[in-house]
C-alpha cells in the first residue's frame, strides 16, 4: 500500500533527538513545488497548537513563508515606531532603556547584520559581528561590544515569540567578549555617618538618608509621591520612576511589576524621622515663596512628589547627581553617583550588620539572591580577611 501524502495544512508531531524539541511540519505548496514549514515547542500539546494556528492562517489564505525576513526588517518592526506600545516592540520597556536599544540597534548591530536572513543567521554571524565591531576606527568599546551582543540576543528572543525564529537564538551561543567591569565604590560604614552627619542640616538631608537605607533607585526616589509612604506604619511602595527622556523631558514612568519590587519597603526609625523632617520643611518652604513656588499647591498632598526642587518643580536626576557630588565633598568623602552612595552602600551596610544575602536581597529587591552576593563581594572579601587573622591566632601557637 502506498504512503498516503499529506495534503496542503496537514502535519506531523516528532520529537527531535538532538535536543529534545518537539517538532510540528506542514507541507506548503509553492509554484508547483512542496516546501515544508516547521514549528517548535517544548511540548506535543504546544506544537499541537502552533499547527492549528498555523492551519487557519493557511485556509485563510495568509503567506507563511518568512524565511525571506531578515534581521534588518525585524529589528524595524521590533524597534517599532514610537506611537505602537503594546505589540511586543521596545516601546513597551521605560524611555532610557527605549533610547539605549535604538542607538545600538542603529550603530552597531545594523550595519552588520541588517541583510542576513533570521532563517539562516548562525552563531558565526554574530560572531563576526563582534570582530568587526571590535576591528573598528577607532575600536567599540569591550563594554559596548558585550551589550550589543546582549541587545541582540533580546531582539532575537522577541522574533522567537512571533516563531520568525523557529530555532535556539544564535546570539546566546555566543560568549560575550571578556572584560573587567568597573566596580562600583561604595560608601564604608564609618563613611556613611560622617556623609550623614555632614548634610543634616542640608534641605535633600531626608533623600540621603532614604537613599541610604532603602535601597531606593534614584528614579524610583525622585519618582516617590507621598500617597506610597507610611510613616506612621514605617513603610513605602515603589510605584512608579522618573526619568529623562530624550527629547521628551522628564516623565514618570510606572516601575516593572515583580513579586519582590510590589512588596513594601520598611523604613529605619531614622529614615522615618528624617522624613517627617522632610515633609515639615516643604510646607515652610511652601508659605515662604508664596507665588514663586511652581510644584503643587500642597507640596504634601498625596500625589504630591516628596523631593523636588526648591521651587517645588520634579528633581531632575542630573541635577541630584551634581548636588550629591557637592555634598560629599563638603564630608571630604570621594565623589560617587546615586547608585554606589544608595543601592550598594545599602548592601555594603547590610553586610557589614551581618544580615543574611537572603534576607539583603529582599531588602535590594533583587529576584536573585545570586544577584545579591555580587554586590556583596567586597563586604565578604573583609570577612574573608577576618577570618583568616582569626586562624592566623589559632595557629599561631603552634607555627612558632
Known sequence: MSKKRRQKGEGGIYQRASDGRWVGVVELASGGKRRRKYVYGDSPAQVSRKLKALRGRLESGQDVSRDAMTLGRWLDRWCGPEDAPGTGSIRDLAPNTITSYSQIVRDYIRPELSRVRLA???????????????????????????????????????????????????????????????????????????????????????????????????????????????????????????????????????????????????????????????????????????????????????????????????????????????????AKLDERGPHAAGRHTTATLLGALGVAPAVAAQVLRHSRVTTTLNVYTHVLSEDQRAAAQKLDELLAGVLA
Open 120 to 330: 539562516v543567521l548562525t552563531p558565526e554571524h554574530v560572531r563576526q559581528m563582534l570582530d568587526a565591531l571590535a576591528d573598528r576606527k577607532p575600536p567599540v568599546p569591550t563594554p559596548t561590544i558585550a551589550y550589543s551582543l546582549r541587545v541582540l540576543r533580546i531582539a532575537l528572543t522577541a522574533a522567537q515569540r512571533e516563531d520568525l525564529l523557529q530555532r535556539r537564538n544564535p546570539a546566546t551561543l555566543v560568549e560575550p567578549p571578556r572584560y573587567r567591569p568597573r566596580k562600583a565604590v561604595p560608601l564604608g560604614k564609618r563613611e556613611a555617618i560622617d556623609f550623614v552627619a555632614a548634610v543634616r542640616d542640608d534641605r535633600l538631608y531626608g533623600l540621603i538618608v532614604l537613599m541610604l537605607t532603602s535601597a531606593l533607585r534614584r528614579g524610583e526616589l525622585l519618582g516617590l509621591t507621598w500617597r506610597n509612604v507610611v510613616l506612621d506604619e514605617g513603610y513605602l511602595w515603589v510605584r512608579q520612576q522618573l526619568q529623562r527622556q530624550k527629547g521628551g523631558g522628564l516623565v514618570i514612568r510606572p516601575v516593572p511589576k515583580t513579586e519582590r519590587s510590589e512588596a513594601p519597603v520598611a523604613l529605619a526609625d531614622l529614615t522615618v524621622r528624617a522624613l517627617r523632617a522632610h515633609r515639615q520643611r516643604l510646607i515652610e518652604d511652601r508659605l515662604a515663596l508664596g507665588d514663586g513656588w511652581r510644584g503643587d499647591a500642597d507640596p504634601v498632598s498625596a500625589d504630591a512628589l516628596v523631593f523636588t526642587s526648591e521651587v517645588g518643580t520634579p528633581l531632575d536626576p542630573d541635577n541630584l547627581r551634581r548636588r550629591l557630588h557637592a555634598l560629599l565633598r563638603k
